[in-house]
């Protein structure tokens, strides 16, 4: 149980494009996710937390409009980096915790996000 | 706001062997802390975890200890062996968002295990 999925696994974009990464929760419900950004050899960064049906919460230094979060079911939530440049490029990772269950997260397996 | 260090950096250790990794906290109100082991090129996969009311907590070859007082919380495995080679994160909960707790993670842990 508690399996989240992402997708794509690796994606290579152009400078200026936008690009849309999915989170799904596959066997649970997740009214929450977070969105993680790890570049390469460092920690992992929460970017913002997605929340199904309202406004995404966005960390502070994190631009809410590059980064734009929608949650429109309770087992996905996406999130669309717009004009990507070559700085974006990094592993994107999200978290979904059970319904219900405060504390444990359980990780998608990453997207890795490179801007030529 | 909460800041976890974690130490260290790189650890080498012979098939067999323990392996600690050590990590501080600086906000007194964390009351989560879980340990995660990230392969290269995948996501963190959650190991163990602990709450602020318990002192320790063991899962066949892993550990955790927590030190309230102290701030500081640290990851045991004994018997080491070369699949427990990866990176190990450390992470105190801070604060909640959407209901459910934010984590602030440590800087990772480079465990590589020869055999």
């Known amino acids: 149980g508690a399996v989240v999925s992402q997708h794509p696994s690796r994606v290579i974009c152009k400078s200026g494009t936008s690009v849309k990464i999915e989170c799904r929760s596959l066997d649970f419900q997740a009214t929450t996710m977070f969105w993680y950004r790890q570049f390469p050899k460092q920690s992992l960064m929460l970017m913002a937390t997605?929340?199904?049906?309202?406004?995404?919460?966005?960390e502070q230094g994190v631009e809410k409009d590059k980064f734009l979060i929608n949650h429109a079911s309770l087992t996905l939530s996406t999130l669309t980096v717009t004009s990507a440049h070559p700085e974006d490029s990094s592993f994107y990772i999200c978290?979904?915790?059970?319904?219900?269950?405060?504390?444990?997260?359980?990780f998608g397996p990453g997207t890795r996000l490179t801007v030529t | 706001g909460e800041n976890v260090e974690q130490h260290p950096s790189t650890l080498s250790v012979q098939e067999g062997d323990s392996a600690v990794i050590k990590c501080t906290y600086s906000d007194s109100a964390s009351n989560y802390f879980p340990w995660y082991k990230q392969e290269l090129g995948k996501g963190p996969q959650l190991i163990i975890d602990?709450?602020?009311?318990?002192g320790e907590k063991k899962d066949q070859r892993i550990a955790v200890t927590l030190n309230k007082t102290a701030k500081h919380f640290s990851l045991h495995i004994t018997e080491t062996q070369p699949e427990d080679s990866a990176v190990y994160f450390c992470?105190?909960?801070?604060?909640?968002?959407?209901?459910?707790?934010?984590?602030?993670f440590g800087a990772g842990t480079r465990l590589a295990v020869h055999p």
């Open positions: 992470a105190a909960s801070t604060g909640f968002s959407g209901g459910y707790n934010k984590l602030i």
């Open positions: 997605s929340n199904e049906g309202s406004k995404a919460t966005y």
């Open positions: 978290s979904a915790p059970q319904e219900g269950r405060a504390y444990e997260q359980y």
């Open positions: 602990i709450r602020s009311n318990v």
